[in-house]
């Protein structure tokens, strides 16, 4: 079985621009790949492109940095970024989805002020 590629067009009929599965941003565009059969060139620009371009270990898509969570090796469709807080971390209390403070002790709730 051949080994899943990003998606990409060829420009110029030598030059390769790889896009992110998500938000369809390109995130890389090879230098011109000379030789060989259309089959070569593109598995010589998959092999520059690969590292520059992250792979959701759930789903399987190719993202760019801003749709890739790091944290858990997945994209952000798979693993958001920050899930709402149902808890404050401070004091426990149960909070609402559109709550940015808890209402029992005053703290932010977003994580990354903590």
């Given at each position: ?17 790889f ?16 030789g ?67 209402t ?11």
């Amino acid at each position: 079985m051949p080994e899943k590629i990003a998606s990409y067009k060829i420009i110029n009929g030598n030059r390769y621009s790889f896009f992110c599965d998500l938000s369809g941003a390109r995130v890389f565009i090879t230098e011109p790949i000379e030789g060989g059969t259309p089959e070569e060139r593109l598995k010589r620009a998959w092999k520059i492109a690969k590292p520059e371009i992250s792979r959701c270990k759930k789903c399987g898509r190719f993202v760019c940095d801003a749709m890739y969570n790091a944290d858990t090796f997945m994209c952000v469709d798979c693993s958001p970024w920050e899930n709402p807080p149902k808890f404050c971390r401070h004091c426990g209390s149960k909070v609402s989805i559109s709550d940015t403070f808890c209402t029992s002790c005053g703290s932010a709730l977003r994580y990354e002020e903590v």
